[in-house]
């Protein structure tokens, strides 16, 4: 479904990524591991077609993805949930969402989709006159998820959903997610700092180290192996 090919992006003069590879068949979740500043935000990134790719090529359903920009990618069917999750914060969270649904005309589908929104995640439901900017990070982070379920994705890329959320919101978002690629069929590219949540959460995953990936399998594979381990997993 998804395909990068030898992608080199970066900002500037800086080379962030260096040659990645990798590829996301559809119905999978499928995770992108790496320290802090390897350079997996930017895959997203490259992907959504907000960052440059200098070289090599990144296609979706068989199409090249090279010089579109973000909302043409989006009309092909990737969202992308960016990290810090940037909700609208003066706009409700009705709005929000509707704002999710901004390619759309099919007014019925738009609504039923806020009432799939509102039952995955039911907060988001009592909530939904209050401005963005006043719910907690757990509940904005419903709020960008919510959002990129308004664009109807075929594939949802997610950048750190988890990213200083307490545990049992962590839970519920994960599964959201999980549920979303159960029953609606989505397929997910996830971006994780939390190795083992990522692992637990994907069939398969990669390692993301300086720009390139240094290691791939299937998760359960990638929970064993002694520098998956030692670098991303600590001790057990
Ligand atoms: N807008 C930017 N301008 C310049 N450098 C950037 C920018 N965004 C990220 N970088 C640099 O690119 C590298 C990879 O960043 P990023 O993709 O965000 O990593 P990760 O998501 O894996 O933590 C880092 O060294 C970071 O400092
Ligand atoms: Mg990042």
């Known amino acids: 479904m998804l395909r990068l090919d030898s992608v080199h992006a970066g900002y500037g003069q800086i080379e962030v990524l260096r040659g990645v590879?990798?590829?996301?068949?559809?119905?999978?979740?499928?995770?992108?591991?790496?320290?802090?500043?390897?350079?997996?935000?930017?895959?997203?990134?490259?992907?959504?077609?907000?960052?440059?790719?200098?070289?090599?090529?990144?296609?979706?359903?068989?199409?090249?993805?090279?010089g579109l920009r973000s909302h043409e990618v989006t009309s092909l069917g990737?969202?992308?949930?960016?990290?810090?999750?940037?909700i609208f914060k003066s706009l409700t969270v009705l709005e929000n969402l509707r704002m999710g649904a901004f390619q759309r005309h099919d007014n019925p589908?738009?609504?039923?989709?806020?009432?799939?929104?509102?039952?995955?995640?039911?907060?988001?439901?009592e909530r939904k006159r209050q401005l963005g900017g006043t719910l907690s990070g757990?509940?904005?982070?419903?709020?960008?998820?919510?959002?990129?379920?308004?664009?109807?994705?075929?594939?949802?890329l997610l950048d750190?959903?988890?990213?200083?959320?307490?545990?049992?919101?962590?839970?519920?978002?994960?599964?959201?997610?999980?549920?979303?690629?159960?029953?609606e069929g989505t397929t997910v590219l996830?971006?994780?700092q939390n190795a083992r949540l990522a692992?637990?959460?994907?069939?398969?995953?990669?390692?993301?180290?300086?720009?390139r990936v240094v290691a791939e399998g299937p998760s359960r594979q990638l929970l064993t192996d002694p520098r998956v381990i030692e670098a991303y997993l600590g001790e057990a």
Do not use: C, W
Not at 169 to 177: A, E, G, K, Y
């Open 21 to 66: 590879q990798l590829n996301v068949e559809r119905g999978e979740i499928v995770t992108l591991i790496g320290a802090n500043g390897a350079g997996k935000s930017t895959t997203l990134l490259a992907v959504s077609g907000i960052v440059h790719v200098r070289s090599g090529t990144i296609s979706f359903e068989g199409k090249s993805l090279a």
């Open 160 to 183: 750190e959903p988890s990213l200083g959320l307490a545990p049992l919101v962590t839970q519920t978002i994960f599964s959201v997610v999980r549920e979303l690629n159960a029953k």
């Open 78 to 86: 990737i969202a992308h949930v960016p990290e810090g999750r940037r």
């Open 190 to 192: 996830l971006v994780e």
């Open 109 to 125: 589908g738009i609504a039923q989709d806020i009432e799939k929104v509102f039952s995955l995640f039911p907060v988001l439901g």
């Open 138 to 156: 757990g509940e904005q982070q419903m709020l960008a998820i919510g959002r990129a379920v308004l664009a109807r994705p075929r594939l949802l």
């Open 199 to 211: 692992l637990d959460t994907a069939s398969r995953g990669y390692v993301l180290e300086i720009g």
